[in-house]
């Protein structure tokens, strides 16, 4: 089926440290990934994307991997702060083009 | 983002009745979705739309109808509604790109729906 599965759930950082969570996809034709940043009470937002012509992207502190053969891709965050506290969702492109999220990463950024 | 709007942004409901959810952007992509978020589901696909004459059943489309009565108008319908559709609901919108690329999707503010 379509699916996608994201890890952790929730993740505790401290202010400074690496962030990484991980998300597996279930259809080898699926060819966009994007991320989205949702902060409490507000609806989600891109973060970063990446397609399956690239292995991997990168912007300021936001990196993103993708491992077509394995069928999982990465979001890494680098020297955290505390405004990256936020939920995070993954996603895949199934045919016909529709989305299908993760069940998001809680992330918490400690002073 | 105000290119994607939602109307209501709250509402209080009891079961049985009948409740539309709208769905409007100004960004002139093709592509709506209806989405419902749930603590620790995610973001659950209940219906999109390609174009006005193309609708598509997602997830979780049980319970729910759609109209797209126009490019810019995308609407959820809960025709009776049940406590378990108590829930926070997003309305998104995307382009249509070349080579076989889905594109990014934009949300709207949400609506959040109680059902007693």
């Known amino acids: 089926g379509e699916n996608v599965e994201q890890h952790p759930s929730t993740l505790s950082v401290q202010e400074g440290d690496s962030a990484v969570i991980k998300c597996t996809y279930s259809d080898s034709a699926s060819n966009y990934f994007p991320w989205y940043k949702q902060e409490l009470g507000k609806r989600p937002q891109l973060i970063i994307d990446i397609r399956s012509n690239v292995g991997e992207k990168k912007d300021q502190r936001i990196a993103v991997t993708l491992n077509k053969t394995a069928k999982h891709f990465s979001l890494h965050i680098t020297e955290t702060q505390p405004e990256d506290s936020a939920v995070y969702f993954c996603?895949?492109?199934?045919?016909?083009?529709?989305?299908?999220f993760g069940q998001g990463t809680e992330l918490s950024v400690k002073p | 983002d105000a290119d994607v709007t939602q109307t209501p942004r709250n509402r209080i409901t009891k079961t049985g009745k009948r409740i539309m959810l709208e769905c409007s952007q100004t960004?002139?992509?093709?592509?709506m979705y209806w989405y419902r978020q749930d603590p620790g589901l995610g973001l659950r696909l209940i219906y999109y739309s390609f174009d006005v004459k193309d609708i598509n059943k997602g997830e979780i489309s049980d319970g729910y109808s759609v109209s797209r009565q126009a490019q810019a108008k995308f609407s959820l319908s809960l025709e009776s509604a049940i406590p378990n559709q108590t829930a926070l609901y997003f309305c998104?919108?995307?382009?249509?790109?070349?080579?076989?690329?889905?594109?990014?999707?934009?949300f709207g503010p949400g609506t959040r729906l109680t059902v007693l």
């Open positions: 996603a895949a492109s199934f045919q016909g083009g529709k989305l299908i």
């Open positions: 998104a919108t995307s382009d249509r790109i070349a080579g076989g690329f889905t594109d990014t999707q934009y």
């Open positions: 960004k002139g992509h093709d592509r």
